[in-house]
T-cell receptor, first 113, second 117 residues
């Protein structure tokens, strides 16, 4: 059974650009959450999607957005990149909305220069 | 006060010893508790989850939950060098008025564990 797949693994972008990250959840999982991980702030919740609907959103500016497709694949977009957006972005999926925890993908390492 | 706090570490134990990792949380309504392991340069991996007061054992790992004290711990018996990693405590905190808790885990900062031969 394939795990959570995130692409790309690494990205280098320039300040002011925008970026789109992709996540394919485990087959059958309909809940997808996104997290940002930095050394200073740790793991912080961005948003969660279920059946193409955003059900929850963390405390991030509107430059961070996402969507989910009918096949449960999800994308995350960050516009007008800032140096502080450099982080590991992790996607996690769950069958049942997280009651038994979430399975994380390998992450996308974003560097903004 | 942080929502989820872990003993700061780093924690160093000899091979074969018991490693004890601790986590406290601030919201009494917290419902689900998770322990993740994260190797350097890798993503978090779920080790255990616990919902009810008491102990839950899985192999060399035991999670302990005490809701009255707002405390959850992870014991690793017979620690091995391969257990060396950062251990993350995560909690599902109930939503406040108008909000939801869907998909959101609140993580502690993590405890770095080193098991030396």
């Amino acid at each position: 059974k394939a795990g959570v797949t995130q692409t790309p693994r690494y990205l280098i972008k320039t300040r002011g650009q925008q970026v789109t990250l992709s996540c394919s959840p485990i087959s059958g999982h309909r809940s997808v959450s996104w997290y940002q991980q930095t050394p200073g702030q740790g793991l912080q919740f961005l948003f969660e999607y279920f059946s193409e609907t955003q059900r929850n959103k963390g405390n991030f500016p509107g430059r961070f957005s996402g969507r989910q497709f009918s096949n449960s694949r999800s994308e995350m977009n960050v516009s007008t990149l800032e140096l502080g957006d450099s982080a590991l972005y992790l996607c996690a999926s769950s069958l049942d909305g997280g009651t038994r925890g979430y399975t994380f993908g390998s992450g996308t390492r974003l560097t903004v220069v | 006060q942080k929502e989820v706090e872990q003993n700061s570490g780093p924690l160093s134990v000899p091979e074969g010893a018991i490693a004890s990792l601790n986590c406290t949380y601030s919201d009494r309504g917290s419902q689900s508790f998770f322990w993740y392991r994260q190797y350097s340069g890798k993503s978090p991996e779920l080790i255990m989850f616990i919902y009810s007061n008491g102990d839950k054992e899985d192999g060399r790992f035991t999670a302990q939950l005490n809701k009255a004290s707002q405390y959850v711990s992870l014991l690793i018996r017979d620690s091995q060098p391969s257990d060396s990693a950062t251990y993350l405590c995560a909690v599902t905190i109930p939503p406040y008025a108008g909000g939801t808790s869907y998909g959101k885990l609140t993580f502690g900062q993590g405890t770095i564990l080193t098991v030396h031969p």
